[in-house]
């Protein structure tokens, strides 16, 4: 009984040896992707069982890897295309960001530029006249402060005749 069960045991992993073999030789003239579970999934078995068989797996790892024939497409997975439409997603969003920057600087620049034309803009060189302006205002306070100290000193002055005439004038 036991020498029936190990050959009815062999004779099933034969059977499922062969479909894997069929199936592996089915994808690849289909140009499929080839993986593992899909595999295991088209041939009807588990997939330890191709990771038990290192021989079917070793060939089914070098048929993957192994690129289309010449002239043949190769198949393009549905995770290959939901990741190309992510990234181009992703990058539509990016060009968009960047064209509404460059239109808002061109935006300001035109603005801009129709300011001044119209004469209604401050002059280009604002700073220049900002600083020609604080030169001024300091020569101004300079100024103003000379004209205290000689005003003080004409006053003095005044004070100081007004006493000599007077002495003067009581002399005589």
């Keep these: 009984m036991t020498a029936s069960m190990i050959d009815g045991r062999r004779a099933d992993s034969a059977r499922r040896r062969e479909r894997v073999l ?3 030789d089915a994808m690849l003239r289909g140009g499929g992707d080839i993986t593992v579970s899909g595999l295991a999934r088209a041939a009807r078995v588990d997939r330890t069982f191709l990771y038990r ?22 198949a393009v997975s549905r995770a290959s295309l939901q990741a190309d439409l992510t990234n181009a997603l992703e990058r539509n969003k990016r060009l968009a960001a960047r064209v509404r920057q460059l239109e808002k600087r061109l935006s300001q620049s035109l603005g801009e530029a129709a300011w001044h034309e119209s004469g209604l803009g401050a002059p280009a060189d604002i ?11 300091q020569e101004l306070t300079q100024s103003q402060g000379q004209l205290e100290e000689r005003t003080e000193e004409l ?3 005044r004070a100081a005749n007004r006493e000599l005439t007077r002495a003067l004038n009581q002399r005589g």
Excluded: F, N, W, Y
């Design 155 to 157: 006053d003095a002055a």
């Design 22 to 24: 069929k199936t592996l």
């Design 53 to 74: 068989h290192r021989d079917l797996l070793e060939r089914v790892h070098a048929a993957a890897s192994t690129p289309p024939e010449e002239g043949r497409i190769a």
């Design 127 to 137: 700073d220049q006249l900002q600083r020609r302006i604080t030169m001024l205002e």
